[in-house]
């Protein structure tokens, strides 16, 4: 009898049985976005290196994934990724983080590596949360709602990632829920292939500390929400803000091509210096 | 003319920051992170403009927690990795030098220290990080760190910082302050053949689960990204394989221990002190630039007939224990000379306390050099 195995198992560590997410997480769809986002482009896995944070969604490649893998400090990814790939321009060097990792204490280096355009692919995972350490405020979290770190109602705006990044100077900026799973894939591969910074902001749902507060409940009914309001950025310019209350925007922020950082440090060197070392 | 030589080969009369430049580019690095700050800024400076040319890459970064991460990713590119900052942005990159340890990650970093706490005075050089790099990050571990006190030795011991990195996989510490820094004087560069260069050993193939990556006391080679190596690399407590485990105790203890085991077992081939004490009833103990008046007032002693030595610690990490219990069992007193309120004094004086008097002479005013004539006042009142 041949056992059958899932296609993208031979992307992952055959020493890893089980994953770290709980039942619902929107992280296994993104996972499956990403590895099938690689397997299509016909990219060896070996000619990736992963890089990610802390929190939940810094797990989805570490330790899943069988590649080279930099597992970090809290909000530093994109800081390690960059010498990662100035080392190693060859290579794609993927960061997997969190929304509390990469946009609050690692929002720093989120803006900056965008601005100065070096190729990175981040798979920013936004679940509006903090989830790992039980269910705090972020700097995602909608105004008004109710965590344990704003009993009272968040009395903060949250951040629109994606437009910071994209304002911040990235070459390729996609959101997508993961009701979207398909378009998240392409909007992953075109990431990847761009030559520049490319975030794709993947919309995710945690109902176990999300959907508690937001009393969305289950995944399933966090991921109705996301077809219900998930609307697309061409639809949504022509809207007001009244109109698109509660709505997520989804679809393409950025797409362009600009000077990449290792190109233009190249090309500045060799003009000054005629390339003689 | 022939082809351009890639290091500076010659006698030159140089700042003690470009000096460090020059041991940059001697040693191999291959990359180097910084953000601009007083008074380290000339390293990074004029890393900028001779490091592409020597074949190597450069980010300036937007903070320094950026810069000691980018080259701790370096690192793990195979590259040889720097960066360059002064005490505050030594504060900043406390959590991700853990890292570099916990990883076992060859790093240099050169703190040419200033006057704190806080911004305290940028050009003002005082020897103020010296036990911060060795117990700033949490939990426990062990860095090395070397304190020059010359621009010779900014040289000397920048090339030494990245031969040290790479042969035990670990964070080494150039600990320049801003006056050694910023001094001006004769620095002789030697033929590239004649520089002894170390390079990290690396691993050649085999699956993580049956390779030893980590937590080896010998130094495991390096499974560095980029060859088909799998290699998982974790901050979180791992295994020798770099599988994070956070529930066996015997894997935490390892964890810990064998990262400190791997330096404080070769101690006495990484420890250096120069000692000038024999026969002497009072040594001067001393590090970085203080240690240039200590051997002016301890030769101004001898000559008035006082039985006054020297001993001075070029490796403040890990602490030279023995080398300062053995200076303390030869004399009736020690007397610690350091350019701050005496950071390493309590430590020196848990190994001198036992055998004899100790006491403590910082600067006379705060931001200055040690005058000789202070010393020299100071050793006659404990004479007399």
């Known amino acids: 009898m041949s056992e059958i195995t899932h296609p993208l198992r031979k992307y992952m560590r055959p020493e890893v049985k089980k994953t770290t997410f709980c039942p619902g997480c929107g992280a296994g769809i993104i996972t499956q976005a990403l590895l099938r986002a690689i397997d299509e482009l016909g990219i060896n896995i070996d000619d990736c290196v992963f890089v990610s944070g802390i929190g939940c969604s810094a797990w989805i490649p570490s330790p899943l994934i069988n590649a080279d893998m930099l597992h970090t400090t809290h909000g530093r990814p994109i800081a390690y990724a960059s010498g990662v790939k100035l080392g190693l321009p060859n290579k794609h060097v993927i960061v997997v983080s969190g929304d509390g990792d990469l946009s609050a204490i690692g929002g720093n280096h989120l803006i900056h590596a965008a601005r100065r355009n070096i190729n990175l692919t981040v798979i920013l995972v936004n679940n509006g949360i903090y989830g790992m350490t039980g269910g705090q405020t972020a700097p995602t979290t909608p105004f008004g709602l109710t965590t344990i770190t704003s009993p009272y109602g968040n009395a903060e705006h949250e951040f629109d990632i994606s437009k910071l990044v994209t304002a911040a100077g990235a070459s390729y900026v996609a959101r997508w829920t993961t009701y979207h799973p398909r378009q998240m894939t392409k909007s992953i591969k075109k990431g990847i292939e761009k030559k520049g910074f490319a975030m794709i902001e993947a919309i995710a749902q945690c109902p176990v500390q999300y959907g508690r507060v937001s009393k969305q409940g289950s995944a399933v009914n966090m991921l109705k929400n996301y077809k219900q309001n998930g609307i697309r950025i061409e639809k949504a310019a022509k809207m007001d803000a009244a109109e698109l209350k509660g709505k997520i925007v989804e679809g393409e922020f950025a797409d362009f091509d600009k000077p990449e950082l290792l190109a233009a440090s190249a090309a500045a060197l060799q003009a000054r210096t005629g390339g003689n070392k | ?384």
């Not at chain 2, 130094?219 to 066996?248: Q, W, Y």
Request: with cysteine; proline share 6%; aromatic share 6%.
């Open chain 2, 1 to 384: 003319m022939g082809e351009a030589k890639r290091i500076n080969t010659g006698t030159h009369f140089m700042m003690g920051n470009q000096a460090c430049v020059e041991g940059v580019i001697a040693a191999g690095c291959g990359f180097a992170a910084g953000y601009p700050i007083t008074p380290a800024s000339e390293v990074f400076n004029s890393l900028c403009k001779q490091l592409p040319k020597a074949g190597g890459t450069l980010l300036q970064t937007e903070d320094e927690i950026a810069a000691v991460c980018a080259a701790i990713g370096a690192s793990w590119t195979g590259l040889k990795s720097m960066t360059v900052t002064s005490g505050p942005g030594i504060s900043l990159m406390q959590e991700n030098i853990g890292l570099a340890v916990g990883t076992e990650t060859p790093l240099v970093i050169v703190d040419v220290q200033r006057l704190g706490p806080s911004t305290g005075v940028p050009a003002v050089g005082m020897a103020g990080d010296i036990v911060q790099v060795a117990r700033g990050s949490h939990g426990d571990y062990q860095i090395i760190a070397i304190c020059p006190e010359s621009p010779q030795e900014m040289f000397d011991m920048t090339v030494h910082a990245f031969n040290l990195a790479e042969e035990y996989r670990v964070p080494v510490f150039v600990m320049a302050e801003g006056f050694v820094g910023h001094m001006r004087e004769r620095v002789v560069i030697p033929e590239e053949s004649e520089i002894k260069l170390v390079n990290r050993r690396i691993t050649q193939g085999g699956e993580p689960q049956t390779r030893c990556d980590f937590l080896d006391p010998e130094v495991a080679p390096m499974p560095i990204f980029g060859r088909g190596l799998k290699t998982h690399v974790t901050s979180s407590c791992h295994d020798e394989h770099g599988n994070r485990n956070l529930s066996d105790p015997d894997v935490m203890h390892r964890y810990i221990m064998k990262p400190i085991e791997k330096i404080l077992n070769k101690r006495d081939r990484i420890v250096e002190v120069e000692a000038d004490y024999e026969g002497a009833k009072l040594v001067l103990v001393s590090y970085g630039c203080v240690s240039r008046s200590s051997r002016q007032a301890a030769e101004m002693a001898r000559a008035a007939g006082l039985k006054v030595g020297t001993l001075r610690l070029k490796t403040a990490w890990p602490f030279p224990d023995k080398e300062v219990r053995a200076a303390a069992e030869s004399a009736d007193f020690v007397l610690v000379l350091e350019n701050n309120v005496g950071q390493m004094y309590p430590y020196i004086k848990a190994e001198s306390a036992h055998a004899c008097k100790v006491d403590f002479l910082g600067p006379q005013v705060l931001g200055q050099i040690h005058d000789p004539q202070y010393i020299l006042a100071k050793i006659r009142e404990i004479l007399k």
